[in-house]
């Protein structure tokens, strides 16, 4: 019989083994979400502050961002009025609310995790130019999928040490 102790112990060992492999796969997540788009945003804004026009610093390739998880650029005036996009959303070009504006007006450069609609989530850098804002996002569909795998199986390789363990308890009593 496996003591009160022992089995308490290994249940801990577990719990902490599971909460440790969720933590790290949370930081595989997020570690890279806002990378590319927070270089495209400072690239974008320094290009459009030395006077470059919207349209040259939004990628030629148009996104679908329902459906891709490629990056995307969308440049505003002072106003939020649509200068450039490199996104759209059913056809139609779609902005952050505008407390986000806001908030990057008075702070500076934002990261945030953006919902334009049911379904459909962007990892997105909003930063501000002379003129307006730069918005450059792109899905969190591969970097979440990758952290999910990284999930499952860290707590796969953690509820095997639990079995072992408690093998190991038996074997030894």
Do not use: C
């Not at 719990?15 to 930081?27: E, N, P, R």
């Not at 307006?132 to 990284?150: M, N």
């Amino acid at each position: 019989m496996i003591s009160k102790t022992r089995l308490g112990t290994l249940v801990a060992a577990v719990v902490l083994g599971v909460i440790g492999v969720t933590g790290l796969a949370q930081q595989a997540i997020r570690q890279p979400a806002n990378h590319p788009q927070a270089e495209i945003a400072r690239s974008a804004v320094s290009r459009l502050d030395a006077g470059e026009s919207p349209g040259a610093v939004i990628p030629a390739a148009k996104v679908d961002i329902a459906r891709s998880t490629d990056p995307f650029v969308i440049v505003v005036d002072g106003q939020r009025a649509v200068l450039a996009s490199s996104a759209s959303l059913d056809g139609e070009v779609v902005l952050p609310p505008p407390g986000v504006f806001d908030y990057v007006r008075s702070h500076g450069e934002d990261q945030i995790t953006w919902q334009p609609a049911a379904g459909v989530r962007s990892w997105i850098v909003v930063d501000a130019f002379r003129g307006g804002f730069v918005i450059a996002g792109r899905s969190p569909a591969d970097g979440e999928a990758a952290g999910y795998l990284l999930m499952f199986w860290g707590s796969l390789a953690a509820l095997g040490l639990a079995a072992v363990s408690a093998v190991g308890v038996f074997v030894l009593r």
